[in-house]
T-cell receptor, first 114, second 115 residues
């Protein structure tokens, strides 16, 4: 059982370049999320998708776009990367029908913008 | 205001001793859930324990227990009999029922277990 898979694991970009982070989950979860993790700041929510076909902004959406392609896949796009977007990005999913509804995370994607 | 506050950036504990990691939260929603995650140096996020706001008893999972004090809005993680493998970052998180898809995370506590 793969859980949540995100690619790529590492990426270096130049300022102004674009890229897409891919995420897929095989747990049939309705909700999916993108977080960024910066030192001393914990995890901050960029965007989330409560169900297929819907997306909503989180705490720090500026500079990002997302697509919920189907129930399994949720991608994060940086149209014009900036050094401030250097971070570790985590995709996560959850099933709100369970008692706990905890987040299941991917392994993270380390992005450096030069 | 911060939804989740973890005031201990770093802590040391001797192997085999117990350690408490502090977490306070801020919410006006009467129904919410509290979570603890572990992040080893390898980077993955591991779910440890959950406490619901209406749960009468403190949650326990093996060596992990959650000291839930609702009136004080605190949800401290207690790790008993610390092991070297417990060295990691620990994050407290909260989800409010009226905003179910938003999990709020604290800034984390780095725990180092000394042999």
């Amino acid at each position: 059982n793969a859980g949540v898979t995100q690619t790529p694991k590492f990426q270096v970009l130049k300022t102004g370049q674009s890229m897409t982070l891919q995420c897929a989950q095989d747990m049939n979860h309705n909700s999916m999320y993108w977080y960024r993790q910066d030192p001393g700041m914990g995890l901050r929510l960029i965007y989330y998708s409560a169900s297929e076909g819907t997306t909503d902004k989180g705490e720090v959406p500026n500079g990002y776009n997302v697509s919920r392609l189907n129930k399994r896949e949720f991608s994060l796009r940086l149209e014009s990367a900036a050094p401030s977007q250097t971070s570790v990005y985590f995709c996560a999913s959850s099933d709100h029908t369970t008692n706990t509804g905890e987040l299941f995370f991917g392994e993270g994607s380390r992005l450096t913008v030069l | 205001a911060q939804k989740i506050t973890q005031t201990q950036p770093g802590m040391f504990v001797q192997e085999k001793e117990a350690v408490t990691l502090d977490c306070t939260y801020d919410t006006s929603d009467p129904s919410y859930g509290l979570f603890w995650y572990k992040q080893p140096s390898s980077g993955e996020m591991i779910f440890l324990i959950y406490q619901g706001s209406y749960d009468q008893q403190n949650a326990t999972e093996g060596r992990y227990s959650l000291n839930f004090q609702k009136a004080r809005k605190s949800a401290n993680l207690v790790i008993s009999a610390s092991q070297l493998g417990d060295s990691a970052m620990y994050f407290c998180a909260m989800r409010e029922t009226n905003n179910f898809n938003k999990f709020y995370f604290g800034s984390g506590t780095k725990l180092n277990v000394k042999p």
